[in-house]
Structure formats: C-alpha cells, structure tokens
C-alpha cells in the first residue's frame, strides 16, 4: 500500500461549527506533515509529526489542533474558523522526517462559510 | 536564505511537442530537489528526484530532470508532451537542519490539442 488517504474530500462549515480532518497511511512512515494551499499557490507546511510526537509548527492559529493517535493516523482538528481557512489541506508522509520523498493525500476540500 | 525560483508562471506547449520547465534554486550546499506535478484539486505526485550521482535523472510518465550546479538548476524536460501533463508543476529543495520542503511558485501548463 503505497498510497495516503485523507477524508472527507469535501466539507463545508460554518464558523462555529467544530470538524476534524483524518489521515491515514499504511507504509510503515513515521512522519506525518499537514499542508495548506490556496488556489493557485505552493502547499504552505502547517504541522509536522515525527514518531507521533510534533515536531513543527509553522505558528498555526490554535484554531486549527493537529493530533496522532498512533502511527499511521493524524488528524486535524478544527474549530471557530474563518472564511479565510477555505482551502485545500494536504496531508504527507515519509519515511522519516529528514532528506525523504514526501507521499501527499488527495486533499480535503474546505469551505468555511 | 534557501529559496526555489521557478521563473515561468504559465506555459503552453501543443500535443506533442517538447517542453522544459524551469527551476532555480538558491542553497548553500547540496541541494536535494524534487519536482511535483498536481492536477486541479488533487495532491502532490513525485515525478522525480536529485539527491546526488548522476545529474541526469529519470523520473515516471517519461519526464527526466537535469541537476546543474554551475546554473544552480534543476529543469524539468519531456520530449512529446501529452494532453493528460497539463497541470501545475512545482520544484521543491529540502532545506537543511529543518528538513522542510521549500517550493517553487508553480508553473501550470497547458496543452493544446
């Protein structure tokens, strides 16, 4: 299995509304990384996890909670958007945090209403 | 400071014909480089990647890249584009220390039947 899966594809939310992004990889990588891009723009790095621990964070609003329960999983909390936050989140990983290939997800579409 | 310069912000090429895109780094060292191709709404793939040996590298969907360190570059090339390469094409270098991704602003390419 040489693939990252990220649900839900789609989502929609109000600003009050509390979701959680999901990604999930089965190569045996240990870490994880979260991504944000905006049309037409490179991904912005958000977050990085190495060994389930976080390694980085790029001074992230709180409004957005990265977690990983366990090794193959990381989740993105979010809660209290703004309108600005509708973009595309991308979830990667590889095999270790270091001078590694990065294998990206398909992205969650978000809209923030 | 590590940056990626991708000089071309659009191109268009017709079926069949051949086509480079650009990529300027600016590191210190060795660089690790890597190009990306994103097709709308979707994630990153790895089309190719330099970490050191032979400049000349191949890489899936016949694309191949040369590293030149005198240029301090990493030019991505195809010979006969296909309809199915339009997208957005992105350079990326590992920075050192942090290991994080810089990438380059994009190139997206159009193909015309």
């Known amino acids: 299995d040489t693939e990252v899966t990220q649900t839900p594809k789609h989502l929609v939310m109000g600003m009050t509304n509390k979701k959680s992004l999901k990604c999930e990889q089965h190569?045996?990588?240990?870490?994880m990384y979260w991504y944000k891009q905006k049309a037409k723009k490179p991904p912005e790095l958000m977050f990085v996890y190495s060994y389930e621990k976080l390694s980085i964070n790029e001074s992230v609003p709180s409004r957005f909670s990265p977690e990983c329960p366990n090794s193959s999983l990381l989740n993105l909390h979010l809660h209290a958007l703004q309108p600005e936050d509708s973009a595309l989140y991308l979830c990667?990983?590889?095999?270790?945090?270091?001078?590694?290939?990065?294998?990206f997800g398909p992205g969650t579409r978000l809209t923030v209403l | 400071a590590q940056s990626v310069t991708q000089p071309d912000i659009h191109i268009t090429v017709s079926e069949g014909a051949s086509l480079e895109l650009r990529c300027n780094y600016s590191?210190?060292?060795?660089?690790?480089l890597f190009w990306y191709v994103q097709s709308p709404g979707q994630g990153l793939q790895l089309l190719l990647k330099y970490f050191s040996g032979d400049t000349l590298v191949q890489g899936i969907k016949g694309f191949e890249a040369e590293f030149k360190r005198s240029q301090s570059s990493f030019n991505l090339r195809k010979p006969s584009v296909h309809w199915s390469d339009a997208a957005e094409y992105f350079c990326a270098v590992v920075s050192s220390g942090t290991y994080k991704y810089i990438f380059g602003t994009g190139t997206r390419l159009k193909v015309l039947a």
């Open positions: 190569m045996g990588h240990r870490a």
């Open positions: 990667a990983s590889s095999h270790v945090q270091g001078v590694n290939e990065q294998f």
């Open positions: 590191y210190g060292a060795t660089p690790y």
